[in-house]
């Protein structure tokens, strides 16, 4: 079955490097994506990496996939504050099939 | 880039009352919209899956008549929540498929559904 999984919380300090870790379960995944929710707000896309890659570089933001571990990572170089939200690692099966979440991780940033 | 705006953003309604929540696509044709509850400090709960011009497709346990869904064209899907209840209230997040640009899935700002 479909199962994704975050660590629930991480504090970092501002200006260190955060990594937020997700595992996924169904092979056959074809996008994983990291989304970016502040609070009270719906959920921002920040990147998404097809699963025939490695990895993705946007700016401060560097994704990795391990597809042999079923392993996503997300990391945010010189974290600031606002960068203060709730990530959510998601994962699409097939082109038309809905996303399945990770329970999301909130990461705390203190200056 | 793309936009998938929610409207309204914020809603109170009677008990008994009906609400209705508006997802739209702003560049983009999107055939698939996606509806999702969350309950505070949880993930998301897919509801149903919207595909234009058919009827949605829900998940277990949601309540098909309780939760009306209309796709009518290739950027708007609606969400009705009928006779609402106080358990009802939540944030309501919708989100959209834009099959052009690799099925990359956007989401709406959100609508938080207060029943009183």
């Known amino acids: 079955g479909e199962d994704v999984e975050q660590s629930l919380f991480l504090s970092v300090r501002e200006g260190d490097s955060s990594v937020i870790n997700c595992t996924y379960t169904d092979s056959s995944s074809t996008y994983l994506y990291w989304y970016k929710q502040e609070p009270g707000a719906g959920l921002q896309l920040l990147t998404y990496?097809?699963?025939?890659?490695d990895m993705k570089q946007d700016q401060r933001l560097t994704v990795l996939l391990n597809k042999k571990d079923k392993h996503l990572s997300l990391r945010i170089a010189d974290t600031q504050t606002g960068d203060s939200a709730i990530y959510f690692c998601?994962?699409?099966?097939?082109?038309?099939?809905?996303?399945?979440f990770g329970k999301g991780t909130r990461l705390s940033v203190i200056a | 880039g793309a936009v998938v705006s929610q409207h309204p953003s914020r809603v109170i309604c009677k008990s008994g009352t009906s609400v209705k929540i508006e997802c739209r696509s702003l560049?983009?044709?999107?055939?698939?919209m996606f509806w999702y509850r969350q309950f505070p400090k949880q993930s998301l709960m897919l509801m149903a899956t919207s595909n234009e011009g058919s009827k949605a497709t829900y998940e277990q346990g949601v309540e098909k008549d309780k939760f009306l869904i209309n796709h009518a064209s290739l950027t708007l899907s609606t969400l009705t929540v009928t006779s609402a209840h106080p358990e009802d209230s939540s944030f309501y997040i919708c989100?959209?498929?834009?099959?052009?640009?690799?099925?990359?899935?956007?989401f709406g700002e959100g609508s938080w559904l207060t029943v009183v």
């Open positions: 560049d983009f044709q999107a055939t698939t």
């Open positions: 998601a994962e699409s099966i097939r082109g038309n099939t809905p996303l399945v």
């Open positions: 990496i097809f699963s025939n890659m």
């Open positions: 989100s959209a498929r834009d099959a052009s640009l690799g099925n990359t899935i956007y």
